[in-house]
């Protein structure tokens, strides 16, 4: 029998789980992680399409898409990366050209490719930090929702067999997750600023954090939050256990 203030630290910490995990999904899967305001006249300039086509298909370059994002109000993502260009127009030049926003997607080995001292220049040597920066913030996203799913399967499971105990493995899995995804705004955050000091913003553009960023920060908290509702309603009900069994021994 659980009691009902344990009840209700179990079903409070379920909902802001359950809050993280939207945030955070969505926020993987969205763009809008850092993003490049640029000047107007970027995009009137005659190679912005040429820019834009050779960002969507051209190949993989660190350089070459940074300065594409530099110069085309560009957004970053974990998996994705979109510039803003003049939309196709009739043969005539239009005054005032409808902005299209054009996404490419990072593949799995992009992922895992090194970075250099010089973007794009190989010959530069690897820069280490970058690299393990750049993939911790693509793994630790996956580690943070597995954990939400296994502390789920568990609770699942401590449901099933009306026991309350494996609650403080689910709390301990919601903290490792919430960990998981602080680590994770920390190494884009580190990334990003490590890679201005490399590659320097053009006069005019400026860059600001996205929502995307913001979604996977406040999953952090919620995370954290929920551990310790789990936690404590497991280590009290334990202890509210062990002295009733004392009692009745007694």
Partial sequence: MVDNRYATALVIGSVLSLLATVYLSVAVGTQHWYQYRSPPGNHEASNASELCEDFINGEFDEKAYSDTLFRLNGTLGLWWRCVQAPGQSHWFKEPDPKMVTQCVSFTLPQQFLPKYKEPGNHN??????RTYLWRCQFLLPL??????FLSGLIGVCACLCRSITPTLGVGVLHLLAGLCSLGTVCCFLAGMDLLHRVSVLP???DGSLGWSL??????????????ALFLWAARSHRQNYTRMTAYRVA
């Fill in 203 to 205: 006069d005019g553009v």
């Fill in 124 to 129: 530069t040597g690897e820069d280490l930090l």
């Fill in 214 to 227: 913001y979604l996977a920060l406040i999953s952090s908290p919620l995370e954290m939050m929920a551990a």
């Fill in 143 to 148: 580690v943070s929702l597995a954990f939400v």
